[in-house]
């Protein structure tokens, strides 16, 4: 992915890119769903999103089911895009609440045209479904194939491939910058800026440079993940399922031509064998593979960004996939690399504020992260009975408070998540308002109820609409191969 933005921003006028792979390391390949900015990566790079979906075998992802996770037998659904609409200065949420109570709203998902589609199994993006709100879409791929469609992007515009395995790492003694690397064959790479996208390990950052880790096992505990794909048995549903286990969460990611299937836990909790009993049971359709089993450790570098390295992805730090944002941060971090590109000598202002950023949309994550295990009533076992009562960040305790008070959701200047997002999770974990937003009196209730229903009945319109997930991509990806 840098190799890619960065030739195809740069030009052939830009500086030389040398990537370095290796094909004796693995990927860890379980990061198969996405949220929308991927869209806007994706434009960037001038994929084509037909033929993107065609030549990575993907699929639609309209949000995330959870099952479970409240209570064993509940279930609610992420949406992206919004809820509805706001009523002048009173938000959405606030007015559908006090009606709600009422009895004279739907359930919140009829408001979504993504949570309404999903669960009938249709998509089409906008504006073809006709619908007047905007409607949020990602992909479901394997991101084998997304990695070969990139490296063959970026190698057609003048980046220079390098297979071999990283060897030794020459810091200078003068700055402490890193002058070179060696690979096992012998060649020394020299460069100005280098990017660490050496996986958990974090060559560079991490062992050249001795850069701190920040962990947070405290509050996210998992830290194995057993991945298998399994076969598809009916047509791809436009969502993501992720379902509660003992002491975990299991995914379920459907692809053109398999299912990608994980359980993601907690070594203290359950043990491998376990685990995988759980996650082979789970499964909807025949294994295709052996269970792969990787281990990690949640957190963050305390810097993403020293002196003349700049880590991406694993070797910038690891959060869990349950919302599907190992991929954006990567994303992330090569947006505002683009936004700072250094000159050779780094200046250390663009460092630090690289580096806040990124810290921020970590921890931003985080917590909304941390908020999924957290606000539940399971206390069936050990596992989620700690996650329940366990003392959560300050901003995040300061969020739940908040909203506790009035039902008010707020989000951060260039917050990742929406107040579509922390409103669906809030909702469907069960958090209570005590009291009503006082600007939901604002509206008449007989205006509300009205307003409410027009947007009920324009959301299920435009689904009507839709064709299903299967035939949008025959007829708009398959076609075209």
């Known amino acids: 992915m840098a190799a890619a933005a ?3 921003v740069l030009g052939p006028r830009g500086p030389v890119i040398t990537l370095v792979e290796s094909d004796e390391i693995g990927i860890v390949g379980v990061g198969e769903a996405t949220i929308p900015p991927i869209r806007t990566f994706n434009a960037l790079l001038g994929l084509e999103e037909a033929a993107f979906v065609r030549n990575t075998q993907g699929t639609f992802k309209l949000g995330i089911e959870f099952v479970d996770w409240r209570r064993l037998g ?16 009173a938000p959405f949420e606030a007015v559908w609440r006090r009606q709600f109570r009422r009895g004279k709203a739907a359930s919140l998902d009829a408001y979504s045209v993504c949570a309404t589609a999903a ?20 992909f479901h791929f394997d991101a084998a194939l997304y990695a070969q469609l990139l490296r063959k992007q970026a190698e057609a515009a003048r980046v220079i491939r390098r297979e071999g395995r990283v060897v030794d790492v020459a810091v200078r003694g003068t700055d402490g910058f890193v002058e070179s690397i060696t690979l096992a064959n012998g060649e020394c790479i020299a460069g100005d800026l280098f990017i660490d996208c050496s996986g958990f390990r974090a060559l560079l950052l991490g062992e050249a440079l001795r850069t701190p880790f920040e962990e947070w096992s405290r ?32 995914w379920r990611i459907p692809l053109q031509h398999r299912t990608g299937n994980g359980y993601v836990f907690s070594s203290k909790y359950v043990s491998v064998d376990e685990a995988t009993a759980t996650l082979l049971a789970g499964l909807e359709g025949e294994p295709l593979a052996e269970p792969r089993l990787l281990s990690f450790q949640p957190g963050r570098r305390q810097a993403c960004w020293v002196r003349n390295v700049v880590a991406l992805g694993l070797a ?34 663009q460092a630090r504020r690289y580096n806040k950023l990124m810290a921020a949309e ?63 999770v809030l909702n469907g974990q069960g958090a209570e308002a005590l009291e009503e937003d006082p600007l939901a009196l604002v509206i008449p209730d007989d205006q509300a109820v009205a307003g409410l229903a027009r947007i009920c009945a324009s959301t299920a319109a435009a689904v009507r609409a839709m064709p299903n997930h299967e035939e949008f991509i025959s007829a708009q990806v398959r076609a075209n191969n």
Not at 119 to 138: E, Q
């Open 362 to 424: 970590f921890d931003n994550i985080r917590d909304f992260l941390i908020l999924h295990f957290h606000l539940t009533e399971r206390n069936d076992t050990p596992y989620w009975n700690a996650l329940r009562t366990m003392r959560v960040p300050a901003s995040l305790a300061e969020r739940l408070a908040i909203y506790r008070i009035s039902g008010a959701v707020f989000r951060e200047p260039d917050e990742l998540f929406t107040k579509t997002s922390w409103l669906a």
């Open 219 to 250: 509050w996210l505990p998992n830290d194995r993940a057993l991945a298998v794909p399994s076969a598809n048995v009916g047509p791809p549903p436009p969502f993501t399922r992720s379902t509660a286990r003992d002491a975990g969460w299991q």
């Open 119 to 138: 669960a009938a199994g249709r998509f089409a993006p906008l504006p073809a479904s006709g619908a007047t709100m905007p409607m949020g879409y990602a």
């Open 6 to 8: 960065l030739s195809r």
């Open 316 to 349: 910038a730090g690891f959060l869990e996939p349950l919302e599907s944002t190992s991929i954006h941060l990567i994303q992330a971090g090569i947006a505002r690399l683009l936004e700072m590109l250094p000159t050779r000598a780094c200046e250390p202002a």
């Open 74 to 89: 509940s279930r609610y659904f992420h949406p992206f895009g919004i809820f509805g609409h706001d009523f002048g200065i």
